[in-house]
């Protein structure tokens, strides 16, 4: 399963807005309705959203229009993900060295593309270690095949432990507001025939309490040098339920996703979204048009409620802050 493609100098998103309903390409070839496309979660997802970016660069490229213009634009769509920020960073080395040259551009950014693959496939590997046998699996949000170049974060670790016999069951949280738990982690399970069970958000701390649940394992948009990570709303109450029973709780990110300059989860942007994401369910009004709403895309979940960081290199374990500068500075 992917998302993503780039094909004859156009780049090509499977609009993630319609799943599961309608598998839907939107195809590309100016750079500017693609930052549209980041905003309004056509694609989604930290690693994505940087391959998508890369990609968009080269766009701008192959149009001749202005790079660094290009480039903060495209940076200014969504906050809190770093790979964005990281995939343009390496694009705009990238053409300081080539002056420019499309091809070569091109050329980085399927490099990106198939890295961040390869990087999954090897969290997949790592990952997969630490799930014991008949696992039953809670995550949440969407870190899967959708989110990233292909394959999945914390839905490759599940993968990687399914393809290994080790999986009873994934309880996938539906995620509100944009339910992109029911809408594509589901999707991607029932496609890829892993046992999965969907549950609102609010039943995965009574899961826990029946002990029905042995790990839990999410994505993440981005990451402090001490081990504090934002993920999508609600994933610092599975984070807070896990640790009331005693759950092991881990996090799958590739080392893009890693942000060593600001050094504790409160200097992480967060993104807030429209009030109407709150007040409508698909269009349908579930509120008062006119109530307050308090929107914020991710939440931070501090390190001490972590169990591990499963990486391309390896799984970390506290001390964090002196790991992940031993394994990424
Ligand atoms: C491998 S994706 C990791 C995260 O980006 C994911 O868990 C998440 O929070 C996505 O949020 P979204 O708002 O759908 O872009």
């Given at each position: 399963m992917d998302a993503i493609r780039w094909e004859g100098n156009t780049l090509f998103l499977l609009d993630q807005t319609k799943l599961p309903v309608e598998e839907v390409w939107l195809s590309y070839t100016d750079y500017r309705p693609v930052i549209d496309a980041i905003r309004t979660m056509v694609v989604r997802g930290a690693p994505a959203i940087g391959v998508t970016a890369a990609y968009a660069y080269c766009l701008a490229a192959l149009e001749g229009a202005d790079l660094k213009e290009a480039k903060a634009a495209l940076a200014a769509s969504?906050?809190?993900?770093?790979n964005l920020f990281w995939a343009l960073e390496r694009m705009e080395k990238q053409a300081a060295a080539c002056g420019g040259n499309p091809e070569t551009l091109i050329a980085e950014a399927i490099a990106i593309h198939q890295e961040d693959v390869a990087m999954c496939r090897a969290m997949g590997h790592h990952g997969a270690a630490v799930v014991p046998d008949h696992a039953r699996i809670l995550t949440h949000c969407n870190a899967g095949a959708l989110a990233t170049?292909?394959?999945?974060t914390a839905l490759g670790v599940i993968r990687a432990a399914h393809e290994q016999g080790k999986v009873d069951m994934v309880y996938a949280d539906e995620t509100r507001p944009l339910l992109q738990g029911a809408r594509l982690t589901a999707y991607e399970l029932v496609t890829d025939h892993i046992p999965a069970t969907l549950i609102a958000d609010n039943m995965a701390a009574s899961l826990m309490a029946k002990g029905q649940i042995d790990l839990v394992v999410v994505g993440c948009d981005r990451m402090a040098a001490n081990g504090d990570f934002a993920n999508k709303i609600g994933t610092y109450s599975v984070a807070v339920n896990a640790h009331h029973h005693g759950v092991p709780f881990y996090v799958a990110l590739p080392c893009s996703t890693i942000d060593l300059s600001i050094p504790d989860g409160s200097g992480i942007p967060i993104e807030e979204r429209e009030a109407d994401e709150v007040r409508t369910l698909y269009g349908v009004q579930?509120?008062?048009?006119t109530v307050e709403v308090y929107n914020p895309a991710f939440d931070v979940t501090p390190h001490?409620?972590?169990t591990g960081i499963i990486t391309e290199k390896g799984v970390i374990y506290p001390p964090f802050r002196e790991n992940l500068q031993k394994l990424f500075g």
């Open positions: 969504r906050p809190t993900a770093v170049g292909g394959y999945g579930t509120a008062p048009r001490s409620l972590v």
